[in-house]
């Protein structure tokens, strides 16, 4: 089993930053692909970014690329979402995952282990 928990989130004007943070415990991530994941209220969850198991890959949604960067730390089992350039569509609760095939996906259906959220709200 693998527990993952959020942190990071906040409010934040329009054009800020906010670091989310995933810290496991449990067991160790470095075979695991992470991804990042949000949900705004009404909408489905959507992907945001992945990252493979040696961080060697990452992938982005459309809508964030070029603004956030996941990255991780194996050695601390530890996952970060970096936000800059925030927009009040960024609005929604964050969840991190985490993926048996080291690889990871853009599907949350393939991932087997689940952060409760963090909320992140962008004021404009």
């Known amino acids: 089993q693998v527990q993952l928990v959020e942190s990071g989130g906040g409010l934040v004007q329009a054009g800020g930053s906010l670091r989310l943070s995933c810290a496991a415990s449990?067991?160790?991530?470095?075979?695991?692909?992470m991804g990042w994941f949000r949900q705004a209220p009404g909408k489905e969850r959507e992907f945001v970014a992945v990252?493979?198991?040696?961080?060697?890959?990452?992938y982005y949604a459309d809508s964030v690329k070029g603004r956030f960067t996941i990255s991780r730390d194996n050695a601390k089992n530890m996952v970060y979402l970096q936000m800059n350039s925030l927009k009040p569509e960024d609005t929604a609760v964050y969840y991190c995952?985490?993926?048996?095939?080291?690889?990871?996906?853009?599907?949350?259906?393939?991932?087997?282990?689940w952060g409760q959220g963090t909320q992140v709200t962008v004021s404009s």
């Open positions: 990252i493979s198991w040696s961080g060697g890959n990452t």
């Open positions: 449990g067991r160790t991530l470095r075979s695991y692909g």
């Open positions: 995952a985490a993926d048996l095939r080291a690889v990871g996906s853009r599907y949350p259906s393939t991932y087997e282990y």
